[in-house]
C-alpha cells in the first residue's frame, strides 16, 4: 500500500484534517496508532501536521516510523528530509535524502535539492553548487533549484553571480518573499543599492511582517545613505513576530551602521536576553564598546560572556582590545595571537600588526599587516572599484584646464550663509587630529566623513556642466548642501561648519562653484608615511574607491590624487591654508593659532585640548579614532623608515613628491 493513502479503516484523522481542525487530528490520530495502528499513510498524516503546528520534535518522531512502516515508500522520507533541514539536522537530512536523490523523477528531485540544502547549511558550497546544476539543467523551470543555486554562490561569496540564479527564480515565482530578499542580499553585496531598495520593497510587500524582509531594505538604505528611513525601516524589523538572537545582531550591525549606537546596543542586548550565551551578539556589542571608547563596559561584557561560559577563543581579540586600551600591550598581543585564526582573519591579523608595531617589531608587524590585506582582498567581492577611481579622477583632471575654468558663466550664488572650511588631504595624513581640535571651538560644528560633499557632487552628473550652471542652479545646491548640514548638526546655524572628507577634494571645482570664497585646509604629511599608514590601516579603510590592499596600489593612488589637486589649485584661485602634520605634533599652539587665524576664528585654548574633545564624541568615523584619543605622540612620524626595505619598490613613485614637498628620504 502507498505510504500516501490512509486506510479507510482509519479517516477520523483525515476527516478532522480536512476540515481545519489539526490538533483533533493528531490527537485522534496519535491515539490510533498508540491502540496499534500501523498504518504508514496515518503515521505520516500525523507527523506532517504536528511540523506545520510547531512540533517538529513529535512530528519527526511520527515520520520516522512512517518510513519503518513502508521503507520503500518516498513520501514519508520526503517529509522526514524536510523535518530534518527545519531543525537543522542536516547531516541526518542528508543521510535519509542521499539514497534518493535522482533528477529523473519528481521525487528523485526533491531529495536532490534537500541534498543541496544541507550540504550548502553544513558549508560544502562547492558539492550543493554542482547538485543544483543538475538540477536546473534537468528542469530548467526548477524555481526552487535556481533559488538554491543563486543562495548557494551568495553563501559562498560570489554575489554577482547569484544574481542571475536568483532573477530567474523570481520570474518563475514572483509572489515568494523569500526569493525578492536573496536577490536584495545579492544586490547589496555587489553595491547595487538602488535595485537592492526595489527588491526588498517587494518582499517587504509581500511579507510586511517578515523582520528579514525590512532587514534587507533597511540595509540598501544604508547603501544609498539614507540614514533615517533606514532606520525606521530598522524599527519595523525588530518589532517584527518571528524575530530572533541572529536578526537582531544584524538588526544591531545594520544601527551601528547609522551611528545610531543606543539602539544598536539596545539590540545586542535584547539578543543577549533572548540567547544569553548568543557569541555574535557578544561580538557585535564588544565591538561597539571598543569603537565608542567604553572599555570600562567592555570588560564588564567580558565577564559576562565568562560567566556564560563563552569560550576564550571567541572573545580572544575582544579581550586583546581591552588590554590594548589598559596599556598593558604584551598581554594585548598574546591574546590576539590566541585567537583561531580562521575567525575574523582580517581583523585578527591587522590587532597583531598594529601592536607588534607598537612594540617595534617590525618583520613581525608586516607579515600580520599582509594577512590582514590578503584577507580583505579574497573578501572584496567586486575588484573594479579602485580602477574605476583612477578613471574619475583622470576624467576631471581632462576637464580641469585654465581655458575651461574661464569660459565659466559668471553667474555667482546668491548671498547667504556662510561658506564652510573644508579639510582635504589623502588618507592618513592628520585629517581627523586637525578636526578634532577645531571641535573644541564653541564657533565650530564638524562634520566628520559624512558624505555631504559626495552626495552633492551626485546632483550635477558631469563636472563639464559646472561652466554653465546658473544663479537658481547654483543655489540649489547650497540649498541642498546645507539641507544635509542642518539634518546631520541641527545647531550649525550661525556657526562655521567645518566639512572634513579627506578624498572630497576631486569635488573641488564643484565647490569652489558653489561657495567662491570657501576656504580650504589641506593636511600634508611624509607620503612614505601616508603610504605605509594606508597599507597599515586598510581594514579600517571603507571608500569607495577600493582597499589598500598592496603598497604599490596605493602609492599609485597618492600620485593620482596629489597630482589632480596639485592642478585644482593651479586652475581655480582656492583659497588654501597648509597644514604639515609633522609641524603640528611639533609645535601644536603654533600651527593652531594659524589654522584659527585661516579660518577666522577668535583663538581659543580649548583647541589645545583634543584629548577631552575626543573624548566627549561620542563616536569618531574615520580610521584613527583609536589614536586620536591618546596625548600627542611621534612614534608615527618617520615610521616609514624602519619600513624602509618594505617601501623601497614604491619609492620610486613617491620620490618627486618627498622632493616637492620638501621631505627627505632619509
Known amino acids: 500500500m502507498p505510504v500516501t493513502q490512509l486506510d479507510e479503516r482509519s479517516p477520523g484523522a483525515l476527516a478532522l484534517a480536512k476540515s481545519g481542525d489539526l490538533s483533533g487530528a493528531i490527537r485522534v490520530g496519535e491515539a490510533e496508532i498508540v491502540g496499534g495502528s500501523r498504518d504508514p499513510g496515518l503515521a505520516l498524516l500525523v507527523g506532517v501536521l504536528c511540523c506545520r503546528t510547531g512540533d517538529l520534535d513529535r512530528g519527526i518522531t511520527h515520520l520516522r516510523h512512517a518510513v519503518a512502516l513502508a521503507p520503500n515508500e518516498l513520501a514519508a522520507k520526503v517529509e522526514l528530509s524536510r523535518a530534518l533541514l527545519s531543525i537543522g539536522a542536516y547531516a541526518d537530512a542528508r543521510a535519509v535524502a542521499q539514497p534518493h536523490a535522482d533528477t529523473s523523477t519528481p521525487g528523485g528531485r526533491e531529495m536532490q535539492r534537500i541534498v543541496a540544502h544541507a550540504l550548502l ?104 545613505q539614507q540614514w533615517e528611513e ?210 573644541g571651538h564653541p564657533d565650530t560644528v564638524v562634520l566628520e566623513e559624512e558624505g555631504v560633499i559626495h552626495r552633492t557632487a551626485e546632483r550635477l552628473g558631469s563636472a563639464d556642466e559646472l561652466r554653465d550652471l546658473s544663479v537658481g542652479e547654483l543655489d540649489s545646491y547650497r540649498k541642498a548642501y546645507f539641507s544635509e548640514v542642518d539634518r546631520l548638526a541641527p545647531n550649525a546655524l550661525g556657526r562655521l561648519v567645518v566639512d572634513k572628507d579627506p578624498l572630497g577634494l576631486i569635488s573641488a571645482p564643484l565647490l569652489h562653484r558653489m561657495f567662491p570664497d570657501a576656504r580650504y585646509v589641506f593636511a600634508q604629511r611624509h607620503p612614505c608615511d601616508v603610504v605605509l599608514s594606508c597599507f597599515i590601516i586598510s581594514a579600517r579603510l571603507n571608500l569607495e574607491l577600493g582597499h589598500f590592499f598592496d603598497l604599490a596600489s596605493t602609492a599609485r593612488l597618492y600620485d593620482r590624487v596629489m597630482s589632480y589637486w596639485e592642478k585644482c589649485c593651479t586652475v581655480l584661485p582656492l583659497d588654501v591654508h597648509t597644514v604639515r602634520y609633522e609641524s603640528l605634533i611639533e609645535d601644536t599652539q603654533g600651527q593652531l593659532r594659524q589654522l584659527a587665524d585661516f579660518a577666522g576664528l577668535d583663538w581659543d585654548p580649548r583647541l589645545m585640548e583634543h584629548q577631552s574633545n575626543a573624548a566627549a564624541r561620542e563616536f569618531i568615523g574615520s580610521p584613527s579614532y583609536a589614536q586620536v584619543a591618546e596625548p600627542i605622540y611621534k612614534r608615527a612620524q618617520g615610521r616609514w623608515l624602519r619600513y624602509r626595505r618594505q617601501m623601497e619598490p614604491v619609492l620610486p613613485i613617491l620620490t618627486p613628491w618627498i622632493e616637492k614637498m620638501g621631505y627627505a628620504l632619509d
Open 230 to 439: 533606514a532606520l525606521v525601516v530598522l524599527a519595523h524589523a525588530r518589532e517584527s513576530t518571528g524575530i530572533n538572537a541572529g536578526l537582531l545582531t544584524e538588526i544591531a550591525g545594520a544601527e551601528l551602521q547609522c551611528k545610531a549606537f543606543e539602539r544598536a546596543e539596545a539590540s545586542y542586548r535584547a539578543a543577549l536576553a533572548l540567547v544569553p550565551d548568543f557569541s555574535p551578539a557578544f561580538l557585535g556589542l564588544g565591538k561597539l564598546l571598543e569603537r565608542i571608547n567604553r572599555l570600562a563596559d567592555l570588560t564588564t561584557l567580558l565577564d559576562e560572556a565568562d560567566a556564560q561560559g563563552i569560550g576564550s577563543d571567541t572573545t580572544a581579540l575582544l579581550r586583546a582590545q581591552a588590554l590594548r586600551g589598559s596599556g598593558d600591550l604584551e598581554a594585548a598581543l598574546a591574546a590576539a595571537r590566541s585567537a583561531p585564526h580562521d575567525v575574523d582573519t582580517a581583523r585578527r591579523a591587522q590587532f597583531i600588526g598594529e601592536i607588534a608595531d607598537r612594540l617595534g617589531d617590525v618583520d613581525a608587524a608586516f607579515d600580520a599587516f599582509s594577512e590582514a590585506n590578503a584577507a580583505l582582498a579574497r573578501d572584496a567581492g567586486e575588484v573594479g572599484k579602485s580602477e574605476r577611481y583612477h578613471e574619475k579622477i583622470r576624467g576631471l583632471s581632462a576637464i580641469l584646464t585654465t581655458q575651461w575654468h574661464a569660459n565659466w558663466s559668471s553667474a555667482r550664488p546668491s548671498v547667504g550663509r556662510s561658506a564652510p572650511l573644508f579639510i582635504f588631504g589623502f588618507p592618513r595624513s592628520g585629517t581627523t587630529l586637525i578636526d578634532t581640535m577645531l571641535i
Open 121 to 224: 547549511h553544513e558549508e560544502q558550497p562547492a558539492a550543493a553548487q554542482a547538485l543544483y546544476d543538475q538540477l536546473t539543467a534537468a528542469d530548467s523551470n526548477d524555481f526552487e533549484s535556481w533559488h538554491g543555486l543563486g543562495s548557494t554562490l551568495l553563501a559562498a561569496g560570489d554575489p554577482g553571480s547569484a544574481i542571475a540564479p536568483l532573477t530567474r527564480s523570481i520570474r518563475l515565482r514572483p509572489t515568494v518573499a523569500t526569493y525578492w530578499i536573496a536577490l536584495a542580499r545579492a544586490q547589496i553585496s555587489t553595491a547595487a543599492f538602488n535595485e537592492a531598495v526595489a527588491s526588498a520593497r517587494r518582499a517587504v510587500a509581500l511579507a510586511p511582517g517578515d523582520p528579514s524582509a525590512n532587514l534587507s531594505l533597511g540595509q540598501a538604505l544604508i547603501g544609498l
